[in-house]
C-alpha cells in the first residue's frame, strides 16, 4: 500500500541555500542529496539515500538524469495583466516577436481589416529603440488608420500608450478628463488630447475596455498562463506587481479547487488617499497580498526615468521626439511618496517602488527613511524595482536602511546595445549593476516583468553573470554576480521579498516541496548553457508536473 501523502524522491537535488553544496566551491556531483521525502506537500528530509527514510508506504519517483533546483520564484511579474494583454484578440507586436517597424505596422492594419469588423484593436509591445523606425503616432494619424475602430498601441514597458478618438471616446476619456495622479494624457495649447496616455494610471485608463472585456474570461486565461509559466520556466511562485484585490476571490477559489498552478503574492496598485483593500494579514501559502506597489518614475525607452544627467542626443533619442539635453522627470515629488507611503506603511505593509533614474531612487530611499522613521518600522524589507542606473553609493544606502532591490537584468540581453549608443552612454555600461547589489550586502533578486521580456529566469542567472547582450556587448562597468548569488536570486531571495520564506526558497525540511527539474547542473554549467537549460518538470507542493504533459 502506497500513501498518497508521503512522496519519496530520488534525483540530485540542490541546495542553493547552503554553502557546503559545491555552488559557491567546485561543484562535486557526487556531494548533492540524492532523496527527498516529502508529507503532505512539505519536505521532510533531504539527503543521501543513507539520511533520508525511504517508508514502505510512500510513492517513490525517481528524477532520473535531471538536476533539482528549488522552484523558480518570479519576484517581479504582472500575470494578470499578461493574462489580459497576450493573444485573446490583443496584437502581439513586442520587439520579441517583431524586429521591424514595418511588421508593427504590418500587424495593426492586418488586425483593423478583420471581417467582422473588430469591436476593437489593442496592439502591446511598441518599442521604437528596438524596432528602428517607428515614430510616435498623433491622434489624427490613429483616427486616419481606423477611423471608428477604437485603437490602442500599448509602448512594451507599459508607461505609455497611443490612441486613436474612438478609443478615448469608448474608455470615457475626453479633454476634461482631469490626469490621474502621477499620470498625464497628452494635451496640445488648447487642450485638446493629442492621443497619448503617459506612465500606468492612464495607461490603465486608456486600455480599460480591452481589460473589461478579458475579466469575464480571466479563470481560463489566468490558469492558462500560469500553467505555461511552471511548465516550461519552472516557476512554482510568482508576485503580481499589478495586483487587482478583485481577483484574490478568483485565486482564492482556484487554489481551494486545486487548480491554481503557482503559487501568487500580490501587491495592489497604490493610490493617493487610498488604503490597502485586505487587512494585512491574509490569504495561506498558495495566495496572499504582500505588499503595494507605486511607481517613482517611468521607462528609460519612453524617456521618463528621473536622472541627473540628460539623455544622450542620438538619431534615436531624437526619433523618440527627445529635444537636445532631454531630462526625464519623476512622477511624485518625496513628499508625495511619503504621503502615499504614509497610508499603508503605518499598517506594516511592505512596499514596492519602480525606480529607474538616479534621481528617483534618491527620492524614493529619501522617502523611505522618512516612512521607516516616521513609524519606527523593522523589517519592513522595502523594495526597489528594476534600478537600471542605481549606483554603488546607492545600493549601499539601500542596504543600510534595510530597503531590498530587485533588478531587471534582462534589460541588457535586449536593450545593452540601446542603453549603451543610443541613450546613456558609458554611465550605460554599468547598468542593471547586479554585482555591485550583492556586494553591498542586499539579498537581490531578478525579474522580467510581466510581457516586457519572456519570463527566463535561468537567462536572467546568465545575464547577470555575462552583463552581455544579445549581439554579444558587454557591459563592463557593473560587475559579475556569482553562480551562488544569480541560483538564490530567483529562489531564496525571492521567497524573502516575498516574506515567505518560511514556505518556499530552499530545498529544506519544513518548507513546501517546491522544485523545478532541468537538464544540466546548474552548479557548473557555463552561462550560455544555462540559459538554454530545459525545464523537464516542476512540482508544487511536491505534486510533479512534466514539461511535456
Ligand atoms: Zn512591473
Known amino acids: 500500500m502506497t500513501d498518497a501523502s508521503l512522496l519519496y524522491y530520488t534525483g540530485r537535488f540542490v541546495r542553493t541555500d547552503l554553502d557546503c553544496d559545491g555552488v559557491s566551491g567546485t561543484p562535486d556531483p557526487a556531494s548533492a542529496p540524492e532523496a527527498m521525502l516529502i508529507e503532505h506537500g512539505t519536505i521532510v528530509a533531504i539527503g543521501s539515500r543513507d539520511e533520508v527514510p525511504a517508508p514502505a508506504a510512500a510513492t517513490h519517483i525517481d528524477l532520473g538524469e535531471g538536476w533539482v533546483l528549488p522552484g523558480l520564484i518570479e519576484p517581479h511579474g504582472h500575470p494578470s495583466e499578461s493574462a489580459s494583454l497576450m493573444g485573446n484578440g490583443v496584437i502581439d507586436i513586442r520587439p520579441v516577436t517583431l524586429a521591424r517597424a514595418d511588421q508593427v505596422w504590418d ?19 511598441w518599442d521604437p529603440l528596438l524596432q528602428p523606425g517607428l515614430t510616435p503616432p498623433t491622434l489624427a494619424n490613429l483616427d486616419a488608420l481606423a477611423g471608428e ?20 471616446r469608448e474608455a470615457g476619456i ?7 495622479v502621477g499620470a498625464s494624457f497628452g494635451r496640445d495649447s488648447s487642450g485638446a488630447l493629442t492621443g497619448l496616455a503617459l506612465e500606468a494610471a492612464a495607461v490603465a485608463q486608456i486600455v480599460g475596455p480591452t481589460l473589461a472585456a478579458a475579466e469575464a474570461d480571466m479563470p481560463r486565461r489566468l490558469t ?3 500553467l505555461e509559466l511552471r511548465r516550461t520556466r519552472g516557476i512554482t511562485t510568482i508576485a503580481d506587481l499589478t495586483w487587482n484585490h478583485q481577483l484574490g476571490q478568483l485565486a482564492t477559489a482556484l487554489a481551494a479547487a486545486g487548480s491554481l498552478p503557482v503559487r501568487l503574492r500580490g501587491y495592489e496598485t497604490s493610490s493617493p488617499g487610498a488604503t490597502a483593500s485586505v487587512p494585512l494579514e ?11 506597489k507605486i511607481w517613482s518614475d517611468g521607462s528609460p525607452w519612453v524617456g521618463n526615468i528621473a536622472t541627473s544627467f540628460p539623455y544622450l542626443d542620438t538619431a534615436a533619442t531624437r526619433a523618440l521626439g527627445f529635444e537636445h539635453g532631454h531630462i526625464g522627470h519623476a512622477n511624485y515629488t518625496t513628499e508625495q511618496l511619503i504621503e502615499i507611503g504614509s497610508q499603508y506603511a503605518g499598517e506594516g505593509w511592505q512596499f514596492a517602488c519602480h525606480a529607474h533614474g538616479d534621481v528617483a531612487i534618491d527620492s524614493t530611499l529619501d522617502a523611505y527613511e522618512a516612512l521607516i522613521t516616521k513609524f519606527g518600522l523593522h523589517d519592513h524589507r522595502f523594495r526597489i524595482e528594476h534600478c537600471g542606473l542605481m549606483t554603488p553609493a546607492q545600493f549601499e544606502r539601500a542596504a543600510r536602511l534595510g530597503v531590498a532591490v530587485s533588478l531587471f537584468v534582462d534589460h541588457i540581453t535586449y536593450w545593452g546595445d540601446v542603453i549603451v549608443d543610443d541613450l ?9 549593476d547586479a554585482g555591485a547589489a550583492f556586494a553591498a550586502g542586499h539579498r537581490a533578486t531578478f525579474h522580467n516583468d510581466g510581457t516586457v521580456t519572456p519570463c527566463e529566469p535561468l537567462r536572467n542567472m546568465a545575464v547577470a553573470e555575462t552583463r552581455t547582450s544579445r549581439t554579444g556587448r558587454h557591459l563592463g562597468g557593473g560587475s559579475a554576480v556569482t553562480r551562488r548569488d544569480s541560483l538564490r536570486a530567483h529562489t531564496s531571495n525571492a521567497a524573502w521579498q516575498l516574506r515567505s520564506e518560511h514556505e518556499i526558497g530552499s530545498l529544506a525540511p519544513g518548507l513546501r516541496a ?16 544555462l540559459a538554454e537549460a530545459r525545464v523537464l518538470a516542476t512540482a508544487v507542493d511536491g505534486q510533479l508536473d512534466t514539461a511535456s504533459a
Do not use: C, M
Open 107 to 125: 500587424a495593426i492594419k492586418i488586425a483593423l481589416a478583420a471581417s467582422p469588423r473588430p469591436p476593437r484593436v489593442v496592439a502591446n509591445g
Open 149 to 168: 475602430v477604437p485603437l490602442v498601441i500599448v509602448h512594451n514597458s507599459l508607461h505609455s500608450a497611443y490612441f486613436n478618438t474612438a478609443a478615448a
Open 174 to 180: 475626453d479633454r476634461n478628463t482631469p490626469d490621474p
Open 224 to 226: 492558462t498562463h500560469l
Open 282 to 292: 491574509n490569504g495561506d501559502a498558495w495566495y496572499r497580498q504582500v505588499g503595494i
Open 424 to 432: 546613456f552612454g558609458e554611465r550605460g555600461l554599468a547598468y542593471a
Open 514 to 529: 517546491d522544485f523545478a527539474v532541468i537538464d544540466v547542473d546548474p552548479r557548473s554549467a557555463a552561462p550560455e548553457a
